[in-house]
């Protein structure tokens, strides 16, 4: 039986979140530790796929992104795998789409800020690298600030 304590393992994109994404393929009788709480795992889950991280019901939302994305067909345990076997978009029929901004800042504390950067022969300052995340459509919004503060940990 192997055992996973790694949090890079999973995913869990939204705090509203009842799934995370498996960021490797999952095999079968695994052991896995996630937000405090462990996971057995009775089957296959392929990379990139959703897991259960509760217990939940036929009917039940399964939120992704902090936002519906569809509904269980059956009960589910948590570790177990969600896919279309299990889950059904709540998406039906030709839909009116109207965008509903509900923003909310995040606000990053200032604290010694510095930059990796070298002084012109003019006086000014440059740098020499940067790094983009350009997310290309707003679900991924969350994603692209967990890449960036991941890679501000790794590269301080």
Known sequence: MTEIKNKSDFLKLHLKDNVAV???AITKETQLTF???SYSFTEEIPQGHKIALIDLNKGDHVIKYGY???HLLSDVK???WLHTHNVKTNLSGT????YESNLQPVVYPKSQLTFKG???KNGKVGIRNDLYVIPTVGCINGIAEIIVENFKQSHP
Do not use: D
């Open 35 to 37: 937000e405090g709480r």
């Open 78 to 80: 948590a570790g177990q």
């Open 68 to 70: 519906p994305i569809g």
């Open 22 to 24: 498996a960021l490797h």
């Open 95 to 98: 839909l009116a789409y109207t």
């Open 118 to 120: 070298y002084r012109r």
